[in-house]
């Protein structure tokens, strides 16, 4: 504290030298450690399993609408649907202006950590039996008013390696966003077909209860006519009764998938009959896809980018860790007013050029005594650096994986679904000879009944593969990381949830859609700058 017989001059002079500490130190402040990120090496094929089928063309895939391919509009409304109003959604938009407030806390903590306007008036009594307190007062008044900061220098890049990983983290969750957009369109059009799945299964069904009520009505008159028994009624009667029994179970699992389906829409149950309206078939595939190389997946796949960049994030912990093990320099200082008076409330001359106080100086703390914590905390950075890193390798060949398998099962489903359509024109076929022969007494019900229930089988097995062609190319887009481009130019949060958050909070300029920077991944710290600018 200043007293009021110190000179101006050594007050001048010891700013001046602190000016200049600073300058000096902001020079030296170059020096980051920690390692800095490298992307990994992945193990990935140069060609896809299927590459010589003349249904899978290496092109690039064009998966930006992909569900346009089914040609289907009901489809095609219920996806826009989903990705204006699904929930979840919502929340991974939401992580991104999570993601770029963090962003601000980091980029803020390079400049004076604390500062701090303070103010405070005190009554203060000295004890008049303490030692050299007879010459003073012993009842006064205390007033101070003045301003403090604490200034911890970056001179090893912590904070940098802290705004590199934040920033990493930012665009990671961009890349989340894309990740829910892929599933979510992937979801909606499994559950719609699914949901078409169920409806055909149960008009088939229906077919096949008017084809047995037909079987049970030659019977009942060959029963009149005396020329079978009871017999043959009672087996074709079993046989209705057990088929219609399947009809409840389908439209359970026909509820439940529009139940599903008007969640991912954010809508409530029993929302979607307008829009289901059309013929009730299973979204038919085309024979042809393009799939692109395998490594175009690393610049499609959200998921990889996301793991990339997770592993960006984690590699800048390292340097926040390993900055601790080194001294930390920083500038502290105060300015401000004082004066005491012993006559109540009276501080007029508060501001007198008498009474101003400051302090101002370096400072430097290294805690060299901290028992293994601060390299264990380093080990700690760097196994889960690691393990990020294992996490990207592992992302990318279930990438992989997921792209063979649906595309195995996309092409192989078509060449059995001619096989079945084969067999239930055959058994059909077959049903209509059995009943003929049945009413001209040739074969027993027996026969009528095995031709039946064969038919139904092969009908809802065709189904079945169908159904399957239409989510195994569903699995492949997504595999291939297709769906994301849709929302590129649309707000990631609805506007009306972002002027409830501008009424409630001020955001300042984070609302607003992001820069093109703000998409790329952060340089390294090293390259970043030293004061970058804040967010007031």
Known sequence: MLSHGDSPSMGSFAIAGAASLVGLLLTLCGCTVGPNFVKPQTNLNSEW????????????????????SFNDPALDQLVQLACRQNLPLQIAGLRILEARAQLGIAIGQQYPQTQALTGSEALVRVSENAPNSAPLKHNFRDYQVGFDAAWELDFWGKYRRGTESEAASLVASMADYDDALVSLTAETARTYAVLRTYETLIELARENVALEEEGLQIAESRLRNGVTTELDVTQARAQ????????????????????????????????LKALLEGPKVIPTAPSDVAVGMPAELLRRRPDIRSAELAAVAQSAR??????????????VGNLGFETTTSKSANWNNLFDRGSIAY???????????????????????????????????DTVLKAAQEVEDALTGFLRGQESAVFDQNSVADAKESVE?????????????????????????EQNQLAQTRSAIATDLIALYKA??????????????????LAEMRKRTDWGRLLSPPEPEDLKPPPPAGDLPYLPSPSW
């Open 240 to 271: 209705l009764e057990s088929t219609r029994a399947t009809i409840p179970q389908l439209q359970i699992s026909l509820q439940r998938a529009q139940n599903a389906l008007c969640t991912l829409l954010g809508q409530p149950a029993g929302k």
């Open 433 to 457: 000879l059995a009943l003929t022969q049945y009413r001209e007494g040739a074969v027993d019900y027996q026969r009528v009944l095995d031709t039946q229930r064969f038919l139904l089988t």
């Open 359 to 393: 302090s101002v100086g370096p400072g430097i703390n290294w805690p060299i005594l901290n028992y293994g914590r601060i390299k264990n905390n380093v080990r700690v950075q760097d196994a889960r650096f690691q393990q990020s890193l294992v996490h990207y390798q």
């Open 480 to 497: 291939l990381g297709g769906g994301w481009e849709l929302q590129q130019s649309q707000p990631v949060v609805a506007e009306s949830t």
């Open 318 to 331: 390292i340097g926040i860790a390993k900055a601790d093990l080194y001294p930390s320099f920083s500038l």
């Open 49 to 68: 399993s299927e590459r010589g089928d003349k249904r899978v063309s290496t092109q690039a895939a064009a998966c930006e609408q992909w569900w346009k």
